[in-house]
Every structure is written in C-alpha cells, then in structure tokens.
Nanobody
Framework: VVQLVESGGGSVQAGGSLRLSCVAS?????MAWFRQAPGKEREWVAV???????KYVDSVKGRFTISRDNAKTTVYLQMNSLKPEDSGIYSC???????????????????WGQGTQVTVSS
C-alpha cells in the first residue's frame, strides 16, 4: 500500500501563488494532481511520470508546474496566477499503471492522498 500525504494548501487572493507537496511512502512511476470544486466532478490537473514527462489540463497550462524531487517520491504543484476558479480540494494520486504510454492515475489501482484545500478569492 502506498501512502500519500499532501500539504501546502491555503487561502490566497487572485493572482497569488501556492505550492502543494505530496510525499509518497515509496516510489511510484506516475504521480498526478486532481482537484474538485464544490458541486463539480473531480478534475485531473497534471501528471508527471518516472521519466519526467509532464502533462497539464489546458486551463492551467502556463500557470501551474508539476515536478518531482530527485528521489521521485515527492511531487510538487507550483501554482501561479491563481484564479477563483482554481479553488477546490487538491488531491495527489499515484499509480504504476501505464496504457498506450499514458499514466492511468484515477483507476482501481491508484492510490490517493487525503486532499488539501485551496481557496482563491477575487
């Protein structure tokens, strides 16, 4: 079982920045961030694989950066130019499942953190 612990959430004004961290109890090839706003479905935000390939949802491209530490057990999400619509609970996910070269981080074999709240006020 992989344990994931997130930190770094908080409240900021629009245009501000936050950095989220997620520490995994062991190395996992794929690590990703998801978010869920009240009344909305969970949305994938970004993913990084063990070869440092990065992907982002279009709405955060140019503003958010996902990265991993050298040991690849910690994943970060640097969030700049935050907007009110970025608010929600941000959760870290980890998975070893890859299909057609893509990480599958929201499947039955995925592990999840407890989530951290991000609130962006206008």
């Amino acid at each position: 079982v992989v344990q994931l612990v997130e930190s770094g959430g908080g409240s900021v004004q629009a245009g501000g920045s936050l950095r989220l961290s997620c520490v995994a109890s062991t190395y996992v090839f794929c690590m990703a961030w998801f978010r869920q706003a009240p009344g909305k479905e969970r949305e994938w935000v970004a993913v990084v694989d063990g070869r440092d390939n990065l992907k982002y949802v279009d709405s955060v491209k140019g503003r958010f950066t996902i990265s991993r530490d050298n040991a690849k057990t910690t994943v970060y999400l640097q969030m700049n130019s935050l907007k009110p619509e970025d608010s929600g609970i941000y959760s870290c996910a980890a998975s070893s499942v890859v299909r057609a070269g893509r990480c599958i981080t929201n499947g039955a074999d995925s592990y999840w953190g407890q989530g951290t709240q991000v609130t962006v006020s206008s």
